[in-house]
Each structure stands twice: as C-alpha cells, then as structure tokens.
Nanobody, 129 residues
Framework: VQLQAFGGGLVQAGDSLRLSCTTSGRALSGYFFAWFRQPPGKEREFVAA????????FYAGSVKGRLTISRDNPKNTVYLQMHSLEPEDTAVYYC???????????????????????WGQGTLVTVSS
C-alpha cells in the first residue's frame, strides 16, 4: 500500500491542525495504521494507532487527549486531528501501515517501527510559542 501524508504547516501554540494520509493500492480493511513523528534531532516515535475497522485506537501518553486518530475507509484516508498544539509537538509526522494484525494487540507491537510495512513521506508540523 502506498501512503502520502499532508496537512502540516506552521501554527501557534494552542492552535489545531489536521493531518491526512491518503492511501492507494490494496484494500485498506486488511491494514491498521499509525502516525509517528520525529522531532528535530530525535528518534522517530510512536504517536497513535487505529485498527483496521477504526473501532479501536491507542495513543502515546504525551498526546492522549489532544490528538485523535481516525480513518475513513471509503475515502482511503487516515487522519490525525491535533488540538492544543505545543512547541514540543514540532516534528515531521509520518503515517504508516501494517498488515501484521497480531502485532496491533500489544503495546510493543503497535508502537514499534518494525511493525509497519509501508510509510508515507512525512509532513512537517512546526508549532511556535
């Protein structure tokens, strides 16, 4: 499956932003999706994951309550809605897809970069204070 992320930009602290990840290729119902981010000078880190049906989601503790991941299978799109953005949210955001369903059920599985088969190119979010 091919992924393309977009929607990043420069915003101020406290603003909201929605990232989108469009997909193409195989049927999306077989995949679960995640967003990762890579702050400047740091490692890429897990942000959120959504199950193949969209009925289940998981979040990193640092973003829980402020970010919401969702998917729209008919539109072949995965979203990351971000509220109350903080300068610490500044990063390149990547969407990723995995067909390894059994790995979704463990924290290590769904948050590990190695779980994901496909990656988008990344979109930069910059939050100014």
């Amino acid at each position: 499956v091919q992924l393309q992320a977009f929607g990043g930009g420069l915003v101020q602290a406290g603003d909201s932003l929605r990232l989108s990840c469009t997909t193409s290729g195989r049927a999306l119902s077989g995949y679960f999706f995640a967003w990762f981010r890579q702050p400047p000078g740091k490692e890429r880190e897990f942000v959120a994951a959504v199950s193949w049906s969209g009925g289940s989601t998981f979040y990193a503790g640092s973003v829980k309550g402020r970010l919401t991941i969702s998917r729209d299978n008919p539109k072949n799109t995965v979203y990351l809605q971000m509220h109350s953005l903080e300068p610490e949210d500044t990063a390149v955001y990547y969407c990723a897809a995995s067909s390894q369903r059994q790995r979704y059920y463990s924290l290590l599985g769904r948050s590990s970069r190695n779980t994901y088969d496909s990656w988008g190119q990344g979109t930069l979010v910059t939050v100014s204070s």
